[in-house]
Structure formats: structure tokens, C-alpha cells
């Protein structure tokens, strides 16, 4: 796993090394060799030019510099990840999106039919059926909190994830994202919340909680 160095002096992207990430980054003509961190500047600017880099530095000047990995993301709209199966309270979900997504509607009457047609979906097609079922009322209060149980069977299940996660020190991670919620916001000022959530992650895998039993508070 390549490991960033404890201090950067401008933000990265992990691209990984596999069919689909090599012919984006010779599409895009960024000057790479994967598996490699790269600039965010420079893959933002290729995927979509100036709005995208302004984006980019406006995260900068909330976040400070900062590193993100499209495995760190539930659902992969530009770089392809398809995620390994979580297990959560006994039961195996195709990966962390379709678990939050089934937790949308617990407690609700159609609660079992969501589950039965989510819960082996992909994440996009995940996230597409969360919209159909009931909303249980307390969404909102609780939402949050079924994230963090998602990330953290997530990446302490898959090893690869998780040393990928670790290789990150204690750098800022920002979801460069529209949804001003879990991401970044166009103006760089969201709440970032996924972010925020790998970072307190991080932290607990290495010891720095004082948890290592799971992640603590969590109500479904």
C-alpha cells in the first residue's frame, strides 16, 4: 500500500491500479503510474476543468489540504470500486450502501420487502431503491449514526480497506461532493460528514479511542 508522507503541501486522490482507472486516467491524459496518490488539482481539472479545481481550493481553504479515495465512498459514480460484502448483527449486505439504505425504512411495515430487494444490490442500484420504501420518522436523528456502523464493518472487515485508510496518517479527508450533508459542497464549506467520519474511524482503529470492541452510540 503506498503510504502519504505526514506532511503534504497540496491535496491527493488515490487512484488504484486496475483495468477501469488506467484507460480513465489515459482518457483524461493524466500523467500517472497506478497504483500512485495522486494531485487532486490535476484530477479534477481533467474530470471537470475550472468549476471543478475552484471547488478543489475552496476546500483547501476550509479543510486545509486534504486526501479522499473513491473507496472511501459509499457509491462510485466516476471511478469504478466494487466492494467487498459487510456483515451487520448477523446478516450479510453487498456492501456499505445498500446497509444504510436498508435502514431507511426499519421499523416501517415494508421493512422485510426492502430489505429482501436492497440489501444484495449494487451501491448505485442501492441507493436508487432506498427511494421507494418507507422513511422510518426518526431518519434524520439516527442517519448519521447507521453510517458509522456501515463504514466501520466496512473497513474493518476488508483489510485492504482498512490499510488503505491507515496510509492516510491523520490527514483531513474531504469528499469532494455536491451534497453539502456527507460531502463537501460545491463551495467547499459542507459538512462533510462521511469525511468525518473515516477520520473518528481511523482514530479508533489505531487505538487513539480506546474502543476496539465497534463503534460505540450507534441506534438503527
Not at 503534504?8 to 489515459?26: R, T
Not at 478543489?56 to 459509499?74: I, L, M, R, Y
Not at 490527514?171 to 462521511?194: A, C, E, M, T
Request: include cysteine.
Amino acid at each position: 500500500m503506498l503510504v502519504l508522507p505526514k506532511q503534504i503541501n497540496q491535496s491527493y486522490c488515490y487512484i488504484a491500479d486496475n483495468p477501469f482507472h488506467q484507460a480513465l486516467v489515459k482518457q483524461w491524459g493524466i500523467q500517472c503510474t497506478l497504483p500512485e496518490w495522486v494531485p487532486q488539482i490535476a484530477v479534477s481539472g481533467a474530470i471537470g476543468g475550472a468549476p471543478y479545481v475552484k471547488t478543489v481550493k475552496a476546500c483547501e481553504q476550509h479543510f486545509g489540504h486534504f486526501v479522499w479515495a473513491t473507496e472511501f465512498a459509499n457509491v462510485h459514480a466516476t471511478f469504478h470500486f466494487s466492494p467487498k460484502p459487510i456483515i451487520v448483527e448477523r446478516e450479510e449486505y453487498a456492501n456499505s450502501e445498500a446497509y444504510y439504505q436498508c435502514m431507511k425504512s426499519f421499523g416501517q411495515p415494508d421493512h422485510e420487502e426492502a430489505k429482501a430487494a436492497i440489501r444484495h444490490a449494487s451501491p448505485m442500484k442501492a441507493f436508487q431503491l432506498g427511494h421507494n420504501y418507507s422513511l422510518r420518522p426518526d431518519w434524520d436523528l439516527v442517519k448519521g449514526d447507521v453510517m458509522r456502523k456501515a463504514i466501520y464493518a466496512k473497513f474493518t472487515q476488508d483489510l485492504d480497506l482498512k490499510e488503505l485508510l491507515l496510509s492516510t496518517h491523520n490527514h483531513p479527508l474531504v469528499h469532494i461532493k455536491s451534497d453539502p450533508f456527507w460531502g463537501s459542497g460545491y463551495d467547499g464549506r459542507g459538512q462533510n460528514l462521511l469525511g468525518t467520519l473515516l477520520q473518528d474511524l481511523r482514530a479508533e482503529v489505531r487505538g487513539q479511542s480506546g474502543s476496539q470492541s465497534g463503534p460505540t452510540g450507534v441506534v438503527i
